[in-house]
């Protein structure tokens, strides 16, 4: 029985002629009735293209073996391409890409610094100021020593002043302190105040109202302690400003060391 089952099987591999052509068109009518739409589509299409290769792998099998089995040589084997899809380009940029410049900022919009005030310049040490009928003179009194000091501002008038403001500012160069004042006309015609004024020291002489100065010389002095050693008094100054029959009059000045 197993010889007749042999016998028949030899004969029919002998008989049989595979036909690579058939086999072939097979596979790619089963790989072109796939659509490729997009790679979710792609990777369902592959088991029709496995299931085909599977197919035309059995039928090389079962050929092989009946031409094994009849000691024939078999034929060659036919090498089959499946095409591979190519992997989309990835929509990440490439770290060796051009890369878009740093927004440049706006620049910090310029600012205007306002000029810093200063003190007014006085006049000139030793200059006399004259207005109309009145002349001034300021100075350093000489018995000044490096402790103290005396400023003294020398007043004159041709007319009688009905109206009379007179102010002494010393600056603050260090360790200034207010020690007095005096003045030669009578102290009760005068309201006569000090006080500290940011960065100087201010003395005021205001004639009473009703009250007149004769036509003559007057002194006002201004006394203060400073720190040691020798001051500059480049920045003091003197302001009188004075009322006669012919009108107002004002003066500016500094003072003189000796």
């Given at each position: 029985m197993n010889e007749e089952i042999g016998r028949r099987l030899r004969e029919a591999a002998e008989a049989h002629q595979p036909d690579h052509d058939r086999m072939l068109a097979r596979v790619h009518r089963g790989m072109a009735g796939t659509t490729v739409r997009r790679r979710p589509g792609i990777a369902r299409s592959w088991p029709k293209v496995v299931l085909a290769g599977s197919a035309a792998a059995g039928i090389l099998a079962v050929a092989g073996f009946a031409v094994a089995g009849s000691g024939q040589t078999p034929p060659a084997a036919t090498t089959l391409t499946v095409p591979t899809t190519s992997e989309a380009p990835s929509s990440t940029p490439s770290p060796d890409g051009p890369v878009p410049p740093p927004a440049t900022g706006r620049p910090a919009p310029a600012t205007t610094a306002r000029p810093s005030s200063s003190a007014p310049?006085?006049?000139p040490g030793g200059n006399r100021v004259t207005d109309g009928p009145l002349s001034a003179q300021g100075a350093i009194?000489?018995?000044?020593?490096?402790?103290?000091?005396?400023?003294?501002?020398?007043?004159?008038?041709?007319?009688?002043?009905?109206?009379?403001?007179?102010?002494v500012r010393i600056t603050q160069t260090g360790g200034v302190q207010r020690t007095g004042q005096w003045q030669t006309g009578p102290a009760d015609d005068?309201?006569?105040t000090t006080?500290?004024?940011g960065d100087a020291v201010v003395y005021r002489w205001e004639l009473k109202p009703g009250r007149t100065l004769p036509a003559a010389e007057q002194v006002f002095a201004v006394q203060y302690n400073h720190a040691a050693g020798a001051r500059q008094a480049g920045l003091d100054s003197y302001l009188v400003q004075a009322t006669t029959t012919d009108g107002s009059h004002t003066l500016r000045g500094g003072f003189t060391t000796p």
């Open positions: 310049p006085s006049a009194d000489p018995h000044s020593t490096v402790y103290w000091a005396q400023s003294t501002l020398t007043f004159g008038t041709t007319r009688p002043l009905t109206a009379l403001v007179v102010e005068f309201t006569v006080q500290d004024s």
